[in-house]
């Protein structure tokens, strides 16, 4: 089971759980590129977790200042597609924003 960066992350995208993660499993990290075309931190609304690189450690939790991050089988209900959208940044650097914004709750 991974971790979920959801909803209250957009817009603050605070980096205090990149700092904590072990496995360097938070992105998009600033001032990086990503060979894979993955959009870059100032192109994006919140930061993603990779759930394949994720170790379910919980280091970053505690120090997620709006209380963004989840363990999955923990995400509220009207959150569920953000378990979509943080795979779906990682999966190739096939998140656009347009894919983003289908999956915002209307």
């Not at 089988?73 to 597609?81: R, V």
């Amino acid at each position: 089971m991974a971790y979920v960066i959801a909803e209250p992350c957009i817009g603050t995208k605070d980096t205090a759980c990149v700092d904590a993660c072990p496995v360097d499993c938070i992105h998009p990290k600033k001032n990086t590129t990503y060979d894979d075309g993955r959009t870059t931190f100032d192109d994006v609304p919140q930061l993603y977790i990779d759930p394949v690189e994720c170790i379910d450690c919980g280091a970053c939790v505690p120090v997620c200042p709006v209380s963004a991050i989840f363990a999955l089988d923990d995400l509220p209900e009207k959150w569920k597609e953000y378990s979509e959208l943080n795979e779906s940044y990682v999966n190739g650097g096939k998140f656009t924003p347009e894919e983003y914004a289908k999956h915002q709750v209307k």
